[in-house]
C-alpha cells in the first residue's frame, strides 16, 4: 500500500465527531447544563502543561463529559532551532491520560532567538521550511502514536522570497510529514481580504482528502485588513466558506472558537447548530 | 541556516517596538548585520509586521486579562493602554502566568512614577499577582499585606459596580498548599 493511501486510510477510520466548541473556562458550568448540544470540546492543551492540581481537576471533569480534543500552539513544529523534547514529553503525558482521537498543533512557529511569541508565526514557502517541519513532525510523531493533524496558520505577513504558493506547501508538509490536516477557514477568507486571492481557489489547490477538522470564528476589519479577533459572530461570507469546504472534503468535525468579547453561551450554540446542518446536509454525520 | 536567522529576525521585530523600527530605518544592514544572505524582510513588509506585531500584542493583552481580571476590571479601558505601554519588548517568560507578572511589576513602577488611579487598583493587581504565584509557580505558601479592602471590592467589582471611595482598610491575604500535588487553600481578611 503507497504511504499516501495509507494516511488517507487512516484519516478515514478517525471518529465523525460532529461539531463542537473550543473550551473557555469562564463558561464551563453553563457548558456542563448544555452538554447534549455540543459534541466535543477542545482544549488548549500548553494550557494544561505544568498546570495546578485545580486546573487538572477542571479537565478530568471535562473528560466526564465530552470527547476531548488537545490543540498546541507552543511546540513550534516550524522552528529551526528543533523541538524542544522535553516539552514534546509533557504533550506525550498530556496525550496518554486523554486518549483522544487525535491532536494537533499549527504550520508555523512560535519560538526563535529565545523569543516565545505565544501565537504561531508564518513560515516563508520554501524547501527549506518543508524540511525543517517535516523533521519536526517525525521527531513528535515518534514520541505520540495518536494520529496530529495541522493547522493553517493566519497571518498579516507574507516573506519574500516563496518558493512555491501557499496551498503548494501546505499540501508539501502534510504530505512528507504524514499528517492530516486541520482546516481554519476563517484564515483562508482573511488570507483573501488582506493577501489577495480568492477563499475558493486556495481551497481548490489544499489536498482535501486530509482534511479531518475544521476551525471557524468571527474577524474583525481593522483598518482595511481582517484580523482573526475571535471576537465577532460569524460573517455570512464564512458560512458560505464553511458549506464550500464541507461538502468538497471529508471533515470529521468542525469547531467554533471564540476568544475575547465572549457573548452568551446560547449565542454561539446557535452557531454549533447551523455547522451542525452545514455538516448534515452534506451526510458528514447524521 | 537561513531559515534559523529569518525566525530570530521576525521573532524580534514581532516583539521588540524598538527594535522594529530601527530595521525600518535601514532594513538592508540590519538584516546584514544578523546574517542574513538571502531574500529578506524589507521596507515593503513594514505594514505587515505592525498589523502582525498588533496581533501578538492583541493576543497578549487577551492572555494577561484573563490571568487578572479584577485589575481589568478596575483600570477599564487603561488596562489596554498599560499593557500596551507594558508589551513594547518581548514577554518575560514562555507562560501567559509570567506575562502577568511582568505586567503587574509594570504596574508597580507606573504607580511608583506617575501615579495610578483609583489607588486601590494597584492592591487589586498585587493580589492577583499573588494568587498566580500560588496556582502556577510552585510556590507552597504566599502571603501579602494590602493596603485596601480587597474583599470588598472584589464582590463589588464582580457584580458590576464601579467602586466609589479611598477602600483604604488594610487586607491580609495567605495561600498554601500542604504538597505541590494538594489543592490550593485560601485565606483573606
Known sequence: ?286 | MELALQQKLLAQLASDRAFRETFFADPARVAASEGLTGEALSQSHCEQLRQFARVLQHRRLAQVGELLPLTHKALGTRFADLFHNYAITPPSGTRPCEDALGFVRHLKQHAATEGLEPEWSLSLARYEAAQIEATWLDERLVFRCLPHAVRKLSALLAVGDVPAGSYRRLSLALWWRTSTRSRLKHWLR
Open chain 1, 1 to 286: 500500500m503507497g504511504r499516501k493511501t495509507e494516511i488517507t486510510n487512516l484519516l478515514a477510520h478517525l471518529p465523525r465527531l460532529g461539531v463542537g466548541l473550543a473550551y473557555r473556562e469562564s463558561f464551563r458550568d453553563e457548558l456542563l447544563h448544555h452538554q447534549s448540544e455540543v459534541d466535543f470540546v477542545e482544549i488548549i492543551g500548553d494550557h494544561y502543561i505544568d498546570a495546578p492540581p485545580e486546573r487538572m481537576d477542571e479537565l478530568a471533569l471535562l473528560s466526564e463529559h465530552f470527547t476531548i480534543l488537545p490543540h498546541f500552539t507552543n511546540l513550534s513544529l516550524g522552528t529551526a532551532e528543533g523541538i524542544d523534547p522535553v516539552y514534546l514529553e509533557k504533550i506525550a503525558n498530556l496525550i496518554r491520560r486523554l486518549n483522544p482521537p487525535w491532536w494537533s498543533e499549527h504550520i508555523g512557529f512560535t519560538r526563535a532567538g529565545g523569543i516565545h511569541l505565544g501565537q504561531s508565526a508564518p513560515l516563508p514557502f520554501t524547501q527549506e521550511a518543508v524540511e525543517v517541519m517535516t523533521k519536526n513532525i517525525i521527531t513528535a510523531r515518534r514520541a505520540i502514536a495518536t494520529p496530529l493533524m495541522l493547522e493553517n496558520v493566519c497571518s498579516p505577513l507574507a516573506w519574500p522570497g516563496g518558493e512555491m504558493d501557499e496551498p503548494t506547501f501546505i499540501s508539501e508538509v502534510l504530505r512528507s510529514g504524514g499528517t492530516g490536516l486541520l482546516l481554519d477557514v476563517s484564515s483562508l477568507l482573511n488570507h483573501a481580504v488582506n493577501l489577495g486571492g480568492t477563499p475558493a481557489t486556495f481551497l481548490e489547490k489544499l489536498p482535501l482528502d486530509r482534511v479531518v477538522q475544521v476551525h471557524f470564528s468571527g474577524g474583525q476589519d481593522a483598518c482595511g485588513q481582517l484580523v482573526e479577533s475571535r471576537a465577532h459572530p460569524i460573517p455570512e461570507a464564512l458560512w458560505q466558506l464553511l458549506d464550500d469546504a464541507v461538502a468538497r472534503a471529508p471533515v470529521r468535525c468542525i469547531c467554533l472558537e471564540r476568544d475575547d468579547v465572549l457573548p452568551p453561551l446560547s449565542e454561539m450554540l446557535g452557531e454549533v447548530e447551523r455547522a451542525r446542518a452545514i455538516g448534515r446536509q452534506h451526510q458528514r454525520w447524521s
